[in-house]
Every structure is written in C-alpha cells, then in structure tokens.
C-alpha cells in the first residue's frame, strides 16, 4: 500500500519535477541517482547529494555508504544534525520497514525533536542500490513544514533509482 502511495506521490508531482535536475551520484562511479527539484538548489557533497526546500524549511540529503561504514555514516548524519541544532528526542522513535521504492528496501527511523525554530520530525532512512551499496536519506523540518512540501519530498524519494 505504502509502495502505492510513493507511485502515486511521484505521478503527482511529475509536473513539478520538470524544473528538476536528475543527479547521479557519487558523480566518479554513481551507485545511484535521485531527481530533485531545481528550486532546491541541489549539490553534491562528499558523501553524496543534498538540498534545502527554497524556503530552507526542509533539509534532505543523501549519502553512499557501504557495508563497511554504514554505521560511520549513520553516525556522521546525527553529528550533522546535532551540529545544526537539531536536538532528537530519542524516546520518540519509530521504525517503519514496510517500505519500497523503485525495487529498493527502504527502512525508515522517525523522531521527534526541536531546531532553532521549534519542535521538529527527524527522519532516517536506508536502502540499498547495489550490492554492498547503501543510501543513507535525511531530513527534516517542523511538521507544518513537512506537509506543506509533502509532494515535493515525496517526489524526491520517489524518484531515487539505482544507478544503470
């Protein structure tokens, strides 16, 4: 069901994906490639890609991992959000492995916690292109934030593929 609700998601926002850069990503030998949004001013990073929502609402990235350093990854995700004061709520937690897109297990962690503008939703995610390739997603923004760029982060996700 959820599967057909990120399709749906994707369809939807189609349209506005025209104005949408597609990025494959590492730019050296991608694993991977995600569309986003121009207006999101999207950029490679050392790990991978990321961008803000025009309004810097909502923050998303992506970052390659393998099995090796997943959990240094992992930990380097926290550390940026704790070094742009994102504070998480650990107590709030929820796991949500019922997940799929584009063929691609997607594992998801969600928190609650608080930024400098107020109370925030966290979220972290897994899934893997390749063999012994996985991504890592992150973002986050306050829960009227998130509804109000619903389609546009649920376009991006959607259109996360592995690489050809």
Do not use: C
């Amino acid at each position: 069901m959820k599967k057909m609700l990120l399709i749906a998601a994707a369809l939807a926002v189609f349209p506005m994906l025209a104005n949408a850069k597609t990025l494959a990503f590492p730019s050296e030998a991608p694993v991977a490639s995600v569309t986003i949004p121009d207006s999101w001013k999207p950029k490679e990073t050392e790990s991978g890609i990321d961008a803000n929502s025009p309004d810097a609402a909502i923050y998303f990235a992506l970052d390659v991992a393998t099995g090796d350093n997943v959990e240094k990854v992992i930990g380097d995700a926290v550390d940026f959000l704790d070094k742009n004061g994102v504070k998480i709520d650990a107590g709030t937690r929820k796991d949500d492995d019922s997940n799929e897109i584009n063929g691609m297990k997607l594992s998801i962690l969600n928190w609650q916690g608080t930024d400098a503008d107020g109370a925030v939703n966290i979220n972290l995610g897994v899934l893997s292109p390749a063999p012994n390739k996985i991504l890592v997603l992150t973002y986050w923004g306050s829960k009227e934030d998130q509804a109000k760029h619903e389609k546009e982060v649920l376009g991006i996700i959607g259109s996360i593929q592995p690489a050809k």
